[in-house]
């Protein structure tokens, strides 16, 4: 599982931002926020929901609760063991119908007994 320190980072650079400009918005040091990227300091949950907003995300996403972002998802994370769900959707769409209700009806027939 990514930790958070990953995930701000990978955010970071995705944006092309230097961390003086992720400090600056959060109102800290350039060192403070490189702690939080290395992993050597705990992330404030105040700086939490200021990152988030920045970059659009949920406080899930960030704090890897959830492999998705707002809005979005992310085909190629890991959702059965280590089969992406875009190999999932791969394996489905060459399934005939008869062979896709079925699965389908197994899957409701799986959340329908995990309840009990």
Do not use: W
Request: hydrophobic letters at 35%; proline letters at 3%.
């Amino acid at each position: 599982m990514i930790d958070i320190s990953a995930r701000i980072r990978k955010l970071r650079k995705e944006h092309n931002l230097k961390q003086q400009q992720i400090a600056d918005y959060l109102g800290i040091s350039q060192q403070s926020y490189s702690h939080y990227e290395q992993d050597k300091r705990e992330l404030p949950v105040r700086h939490i929901v200021k990152i988030a907003a920045f970059y659009n995300v949920s406080s899930d996403y960030l704090l890897g609760t959830s492999p998705c972002r707002t809005g979005e998802f992310d085909l190629t994370t890991n959702y059965i063991q280590d089969i992406p769900l875009k190999n999932i959707l791969l394996v489905l769409n060459k399934l005939n119908r008869h062979n896709r209700l079925e699965l389908v009806r197994f899957l409701t027939f799986l959340e329908n007994s995990n309840e009990t």
